[in-house]
């Protein structure tokens, strides 16, 4: 719906509105085209078949409370293995993207880790921890050199960091600011 209205908005049609419009046939809330041929379509993570894109972004297939049911992680991964893959339209050019925090460590993104998949890892904790940067495959790294040093301090102050910690715990905090799930017996 954002993208939607962005394309609909008064600042890009000034700047686009010559060749990008919506058509009046396909325009709705979850699925929409314009006149140059581009489209995007939202489905939920668990109905993707029939659909596919050049770039298929998951983003959040579980749900924090969902992250402690092994039925529903398992569900989670069988839904991607069994049917992203096949849902880009050219398997060379399109891409997968999947955006999630880390909710426990047999989530999606740690099945696809555990299970050396190809796929291109990008990961930001809060805190910067120098023994975790991760480098991909276009170069971009962690900018960050101190310990400890936050990832948007501009929007998340220390302060703030801290208060978060405190509210989600040391296991949420683990997982969802550091990307760092550890089991709940293993966590201090």
Known sequence: LRAKRLVESEWYQNRW???VK???????KMNFENTATGWRQASPFKSTTGKRGDRVIIDDPLSAKDANSE???NE???TFRETIPTRVNSPEKSAIVMIMQRLHEN?????VLANNMGYDY???PMEFEPSRRVITSIGW???RNEEGQLMFEERFPKDVVERDK??????AAAGQLQQLPVPRKGGL
């Open 71 to 73: 039925p529903m992680r």
């Open 141 to 143: 790294t962690d900018p």
């Open 76 to 78: 989670v991964i069988e």
């Open 107 to 111: 989530d999606l993104i740690g099945y």
């Open 166 to 171: 405190a509210a989600l715990g040391p296991y």
């Open 122 to 124: 990008l990961m930001i």
């Open 22 to 28: 919506m058509t009046r046939d396909q325009s709705s």
């Open 17 to 19: 509105g010559d060749t």
